[in-house]
């Protein structure tokens, strides 16, 4: 697990707490932070290390066909059910079960999950009986849980249930100096995997890649490096080699957007500070919106500390 950070330090230190728990884990953080790195990391650290780690994308999955995807069904229970099928919770047994983006469950499915969580048993669909489960079970999301139980689109008896352990990863833009490391890790990797001897990243580059949001976090900076090792340099990673994909990072800037407070407010008061239909309006995750408001000091009904004070400096 990669970071310097006192955060990357700190969750380094809970890990082996958390899996030697068997509790229900609910990861939280935004999209490409690693979550499923870490619910693996859990299962490798657990006394169920040796049984399965099974991973399902509850986002991916029709809800229609979540409840035999999780539980599978039997013989004839449905057109199509020439034969009886295990589902992923079955496949887990003994291990763990991990529920990839489990906010974008729907209330009816979150309520089947309920009861595998209270009793660890279910039913298959078309089972007279119920089948018996020994497993754990990680969660992940990048949607503000508390939000969503206060809105209604949560269950809260799920809440409670399943944010057992907690593990918070924060974004990268909250951990500059964490950036370089994993830069220079996807570097090595693409150089043993594609036989390439790209030495690094030039230093103006690096100022600029060090000061980049990075919203896709590290994912993206993955992406970003693979993209360079289409056509890799033979030396260092200069402004040059920036694929057209990401050609977005030459107009990143190491200061703040003047303009940036100013788009946020906007985009909160035309939503009426529904603050999910303002991220999506300004292509932010909610936990950057978040993060934003901190940054300029502003809540509902507030007035930004740059617009109190009339100078776009003091931001």
């Keep these: 697990m990669l970071g310097r950070s006192e955060a990357i330090?700190?969750?380094?230190?809970?890990?082996?707490?958390?899996?030697?728990?068997?509790?229900?884990t609910l990861i939280t953080g935004e999209t490409g932070t690693g979550k499923?790195?870490?619910a693996r990391s859990i299962h490798q650290q657990s006394r169920r290390s040796a049984e399965p780690f099974v991973a399902i994308n509850c986002a991916a999955i029709p809800d229609t066909l979540f409840e035999s995807e999780l539980f599978g069904f039997e013989r004839g229970s449905f057109t199509g059910a020439v034969a009886a099928r295990a589902g992923k919770a079955k496949l887990a047994d003994g291990g763990t079960l991990f529920l990839d983006e489990l906010g974008d469950l729907s209330l009816y499915n979150q309520t089947k999950l309920l009861r595998l969580l209270e009793?660890?048993?279910?039913?298959p669909i078309?089972?007279?009986?119920?089948?018996?489960?020994?497993?754990?079970?990680?969660?992940?999301?990048n949607v503000d849980v508390e939000d969503a139980v206060a809105e209604g689109r949560f269950r809260s008896d799920l809440y409670y249930r399943i944010n057992v352990a907690r593990?918070?990863?924060?974004?990268?833009?909250?951990?500059?100096?964490?950036?370089?490391?994993?830069?220079?890790?996807?570097?090595?990797?693409?150089?043993?995997d594609r036989h390439t001897t790209v030495s690094g990243l030039d230093p103006d580059l690096?100022?600029?890649?060090?000061?980049?949001?990075?919203?896709?976090?590290?994912?993206?900076?993955?992406?970003?490096?693979?993209?360079?090792?289409i056509d890799p340099p033979a030396g260092p990673i200069t402004m040059r080699n920036i694929p057209n994909a990401?050609?977005?990072?030459?107009?990143?800037?190491?200061?703040?957007?003047?303009?940036?407070?100013?788009?946020m407010l906007a985009a909160l008061e035309q939503t009426n500070w529904?603050?999910?239909?303002?991220?999506?309006?300004?292509?932010?995750?909610?936990?950057?919106?978040?993060?934003?408001?901190?940054k300029y000091n502003l809540a509902q009904s507030a007035t930004p500390v740059h617009r109190r004070a009339g100078r776009s400096e003091d931001v």
């Design 119 to 123: 009793e660890k048993e279910a039913y």
């Design 274 to 294: 529904n603050k999910a239909q303002a991220a999506k309006t300004l292509h932010w995750s909610r936990m950057t919106l978040y993060r934003k408001m901190t």
């Design 36 to 38: 499923e790195h870490f």
């Design 126 to 141: 078309g089972a007279t009986r119920p089948e018996k489960y020994d497993l754990r079970i990680i969660a992940a999301t």
């Design 246 to 263: 990401f050609a977005h990072l030459r107009r990143s800037y190491s200061h703040a957007d003047p303009g940036e407070c100013e788009r």
């Design 9 to 24: 330090f700190a969750l380094r230190g809970d890990l082996p707490k958390i899996a030697r728990s068997d509790a229900p």
């Design 167 to 192: 593990i918070d990863i924060p974004p990268l833009a909250d951990r500059p100096e964490d950036i370089g490391l994993y830069i220079d890790h996807f570097i090595e990797r693409f150089n043993r």
């Design 206 to 229: 690096f100022g600029l890649l060090l000061h980049y949001d990075w919203p896709g976090n590290i994912r993206e900076i993955r992406n970003f490096v693979e993209a360079v090792f």
